[in-house]
Every structure is written in C-alpha cells, then in structure tokens.
C-alpha cells in the first residue's frame, strides 16, 4: 500500500528520527471523540430535563428517555480493567522484572506497571483501566517459541509501543475507536439483513399481518443502525489503522536497536510459523512434559524453516487498508533493507536459566493446554 511505502522510505532515510508529533489522524480522532463526549454530555442534560423539568405524563417521558440511554450506552467510557489472573510480581520472578526494566531502559520507554502472562500465541501492551496503568501481556506458548534473543526483542517492540504514539494506545481517543464497534454489537453483530430477514420469516409463520409489518419495522431499523455502527467504525478504523501500522514499524525499529537485526528477524519468522509450530507441540505433547516444550519448539521451529517463503508471501496478501499491523514480511524487509547492528542488550545464559525457572508454572500450563485440547480435534 502507498502508506506503507511512504513509511519504508522515510524510516530507510533516517531510522533514528523520532515522531512528528500527533498525527493528522489522531487528530481527527480526537475532534471525533470529543464530539461524541459532548453527545454524551447533551444526553445527561436531556435526561435530567424529562425527570426534573418536563410535564409530559411518566409514560412519555420513558418512551422519550430510550434514545438518550442508548445514546450514553454507546458513549460511556471504558478504559478496560488491569487483569487480575495471570499477574507476574516481582517477588515471583525477579529475574523476569529485572529483565523488564533494563529493556524499558535501552528502549527509552516507561516501564511498565503491570507484567501478566497468559496461553496465548501472542504478546501485548496497553493501558488500562482510570489510572492509564501500562499492562505488559507475555503470551507463555509464543515465549517458549522465541530462541532467547528474539525474546528481547519481542519485549522492547511491546515497550515501544508505550514511547512512539500509538493511537490505539492514547486514551483521548478512546471513543472515537469504540463508538461504532459498540453499536454493532449492541445491534446484534454481523449479518444484521440476514438476522432481519429470519425474523420476518418466523413473524410471518406465527402472527397476523399488522404484528409482521411491525416486526419487519422494527428490525429493518434495528439492521439499519447494525450498518451505520459499522459503516462508522470501517471510517474510524481506516484514519487509525494507517497510523496503528507506522507505530508497529516504530516498534520494531526500537526492537532492532535493543536487540540487534538478527534477534528481531528471528522473532518474526517465529510468528510467522507460530500456528503449526503450536500443532507440532500438539501431537508431541503426551510425549514431553511442560520443561521440554522449549526444545521440542525449537526443533519444529527448525523443521519448519523452509515454509517461511511462503508464510512470508501470505503475510503480504492478508494486509489491508484496515490492519492494525503491516504483514510480517513487510516488517522484515524494513530490518533487512537497513545495516544490520547488534544489540544493545545481552542477557547471558544463567539469566535465561533463572527467568525460566520463574516462568516454569507457566510452562507446565502451557503444556496442560496442550494435553487439553486434543480431544477438539
């Protein structure tokens, strides 16, 4: 895409050069979601108006009140909740904190508030709850994955992301992203014609002519909402997701620099193959027990190495004007196209083995996963 090309030359020019600030984009968010506050705001002033000052009959005044509890419905912030389940302190693993910090510092980003891990194939940072607090997400079965340097690297790309303006990740944006996305939902989701079709049909079958036409009525405006909510939304989502994917490459630039060209090259072929490395992990898992999964990852990791060409390729067709991130190869073209440098940080073998025992919980979690899902297949 255009956009994306922009990008590549302008990191490839200089990829020290820091953010031009806020971007017209979030810009444009922003604006969007004050207006959208202030919706919110004539909401409240109008319901205190029906309860406190009108005359009309109670009766009236609750028929008239629905649109503005929709209205706040679709509008009320939501900041998320900082997890309870799956919280790394430091007095559990303070190898892993240790770690943490001094990526946060080669990366010149904050450290973050909260470390969670979960089982997912994944990793993540966002803010969270009133107090904005930085949530650092390791996903434990892509952590296995990772040959350890790519670790570092996974970590300072998530800690980027807290440093280089992601609006995703900016809260004053925060409705503006959400405001279509709740209206779908409240609507009834995808297919909203389909849904409003089925419902004539089974109105049809059971009552009498006047009820059908309501009926029809009533959805046909239900599925009309359903379509401006998304409509709004894939607006929304086309001025963010441009500037989601410049802070992604962002990202990796500080990953490149924290942990060197190869490890972040290394980190990506392993999310490109992360999904049939998992299968692999399946079908060896009555074989292993959760202290081995590392190797055994490592040596599908190996065995799958001539497919990446062809992940590679995918990555590059599933990438749209709507994706949050660049594919991975377009990522990785951008590392090979400049020098390569090593890393910043080098964590030696003793600490690896320390942050391992820490994680080792997980590790058995992870495998247990692994035992439990076969019976899906």
């Known amino acids: ?176 992203r959400t405001f279509g996305a709740r209206a779908v939902v409240a609507t009834g989701g995808r297919n909203p014609w389909r849904r409003a079709v089925h419902a004539a049909d089974s109105l049809a079958e059971q009552g009498s002519g006047p009820v059908v036409l309501l009926g029809m009525i009533v959805h046909g405006i239900v599925a009309l909402a359903n379509v401006a909510g998304a409509t709004a939304q894939l607006l929304v989502d086309s001025v963010a997701m441009p500037d989601s994917r410049r802070a992604e490459y962002r990202a990796d630039l500080v990953a490149r620099r924290v942990a060197g060209s190869a490890a972040f090259l290394r980190s990506s072929e392993t999310v490109l193959l992360a999904g049939r490395i998992w299968q692999d992990l399946w079908h060896l898992a009555p074989r292993i027990d959760g202290e081995q999964l590392e190797a055994a990852a490592a040596e599908a990791r190996e065995s799958l190495a001539a497919r990446l060409p062809l992940a590679r390729q995918l990555s590059r067709r599933t990438t749209d004007l709507w994706s949050s991130h660049p594919g991975e190869d377009q990522r990785m073209r951008l590392i090979e196209a400049l020098p390569a440098v090593d890393g910043a940080l080098c964590v030696d073998t003793r600490r690896w083995a320390d942050i391992d025992t820490e994680l080792a919980p997980w590790r058995r979690a992870a495998h247990n996963v692994l035992l439990g899902t076969r019976d899906r297949f």
């Not at 706040?72 to 919280?87: A, E, I, N, W």
Request: glycine share 8%; proline share 7%; charged share 20%.
């Open 1 to 176: 895409m255009e956009i994306d090309r922009a990008t590549h030359e302008q990191v490839l020019a200089d990829p020290e050069a820091r953010p031009d600030g806020t971007s017209s984009g979030e810009v444009w968010l922003s604006v969007v979601s004050v207006l959208l506050a202030l919706l919110g705001v004539a909401a409240v002033g109008y319901l205190a108006w029906l309860v406190v000052a009108s005359d009309l009959p109670q009766g009236v005044r609750l028929a008239l009140a629905i649109p503005a509890v929709i209205v706040l419905l679709l509008v009320k912030p939501s900041f998320g909740r900082v997890p309870r389940h799956g919280v790394i302190t430091e007095r559990e693993a303070p190898q892993l904190h240790w770690l943490v910090r001094e990526v946060a510092d080669a990366a010149g980003t904050p450290v973050p508030d909260v470390i969670c891990a979960d089982l997912s194939l994944n990793a993540g940072v966002a803010r969270l709850g009133w107090r904005q607090r930085s949530v650092l997400v390791i996903g434990i079965p892509l952590w296995v994955m990772l040959p350890r340097p790519a670790r570092v690297s996974l970590l300072a790309h998530e800690l980027g992301h807290l440093a280089n303006g992601d609006p995703l990740r900016v809260r004053r944006t925060l409705l503006a």
